[in-house]
């Protein structure tokens, strides 16, 4: 008698359900609703600002828009993911714009081979997916992988964008509800708490994040939080 195929369970699980997403195969279609096909905005500013330096990590670069952007400044960047997907077509755009950037897959609870690697950090949209045990894991694993003094730049989509894009995603989606089931907390305080060993918090200043709903042809804005802090 065959044996029935296990079913993934824990980070298995999940990167299973991200790297369906990234092949086009769920409810959002041929795009996620965080693929903007261009770099956030709150990290264009940044660099602008001076606040990118030294070598820098997008701890989850999704198709690697944020870290092409700043590649093409003149930085060394490097991207990470869960989902070979995402890192897949992340190389694709480096190679089609000549941009010179390292993609890899990892784990962004362990980080595992980075340690003090990085002086600047950015994370859009990762660290609001964590409950505050994760979040603190995160923060602590961010923390080995950075260079003392270095910066991280959170930026998460806030409780009000959260149920924002749900809302809208459930206009244009069939069978997506149009309220979130309970989740992580998406507060700047939570933000907060969840840097506490070893950084401190410079700021947590109300922003916008971009999203794109499924056939759309403009970005969604949606209110956001932008955390930095720095490594002691």
Known sequence: MTEPASQPDGMDALTHVFDAVYRGESPFGKRPPWDIGAPQPAFVALEEAGLISGAVLD??????????????????????????????????????????????????????????????VIDCGLAHTFDADRLRSYAAALHR???????????????VGAAKMQARLAEVIEGIPASEPPGPKRTADDLRKGFTDGWTVESVTDTTLYGILPSASEPLDLPAWLGRFRRA
């Open 59 to 120: 701890a989850g670069c999704g198709t690697g828009e944020d870290v092409l952007h700043l590649a093409s400044k003149g930085y060394a960047v490097t991207g990470l993911d869960l989902s070979s997907e995402a890192v897949s077509l992340a190389r694709h755009k480096a190679e089609e714009r000549g941009l010179d950037a390292t993609f890899a897959v990892a784990n962004a609870l362990e980080l595992a081979g980075y340690d003090r690697r990085f002086d600047t």
């Open 145 to 159: 992988v950075c260079r003392p003094g270095a910066l991280v730049h959170v930026l998460e989509v806030s409780d």
